[in-house]
């Protein structure tokens, strides 16, 4: 992901990089005491820039979500959303989604650009025109969706989105995805 405030961090990130590599290990020789202060400073910063964002996107309690009013799956992990449709799933999806997903991706799945519209993930199926295509699309879709909600995305070590696995059972996550099938945007 390249939003705003990432590329902010990987600047802060950067910058305490080469702090350490230039200043340190080169110029520690020849520092006075009022550069060594100054650069103490803005290491300082760099790292609180690099903290405050790991607060305001990163570590948060997921939400538990009871799902004991949908119809149980079992552990094994459906292929396709056994719920699509079903008013209850939908009305445990919005909540589900409003408390763990929505700072991400948005209030209403309406995203504000850092995080993916999750309201577009089915597009190209409702394009589709061959109906068995299209279904195969959309289970396509809910694999995809159920493998990357389980996995989160981490990548170089840097977590964009946190990992769900163990956290939500599959009821949770399929309501999830009922909820925001509510929410698509018209191909
Ligand atoms: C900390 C922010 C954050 C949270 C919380 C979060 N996500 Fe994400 N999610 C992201 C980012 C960022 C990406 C894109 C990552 C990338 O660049 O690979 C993403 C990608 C996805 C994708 C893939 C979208 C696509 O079009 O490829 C799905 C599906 C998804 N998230 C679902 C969820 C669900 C469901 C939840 C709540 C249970 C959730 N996310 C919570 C940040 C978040």
Wanted: glycine residues 6%; charged residues 25%.
């Amino acid at each position: 992901m390249h939003g705003d405030k990432d590329w902010f961090v990987q600047l802060a990130r950067q910058l305490q990089r080469l702090y350490i590599n230039l200043f340190v290990s080169t110029w520690r020789p020849f520092m006075k005491f009022k550069t060594s202060i100054l650069c103490g400073c803005f290491m300082f910063c760099a790292a609180a820039l690099s903290s405050m964002h790991a607060e305001a996107h990163g570590d948060v309690t997921p939400q538990a979500v009871d799902t004991h009013s949908l119809p149980p799956l079992g552990e094994e992990l459906r292929t396709e959303n056994p719920y699509r449709g079903l008013p209850e799933a939908i009305k445990v999806g919005v909540s589900a989604y409003t408390q763990n997903c929505a700072r991400c991706h948005g209030i209403e799945a309406v995203s504000g650009g850092m995080s993916p519209d999750l309201r577009e993930m089915d597009s190209e199926c409702l394009e589709q025109k061959d109906e068995a295509k299209k279904a195969a699309c959309f289970k396509e879709v809910d694999n995809y969706f159920m493998a990357t909600t389980l996995k989160g995305r981490v990548r170089n070590g840097a977590v964009y989105m946190p990992p769900y696995k163990g956290v939500f059972n599959q009821e949770a996550i399929w309501a999830m995805k009922a909820y925001l099938e509510t929410r698509r945007t018209a191909p």
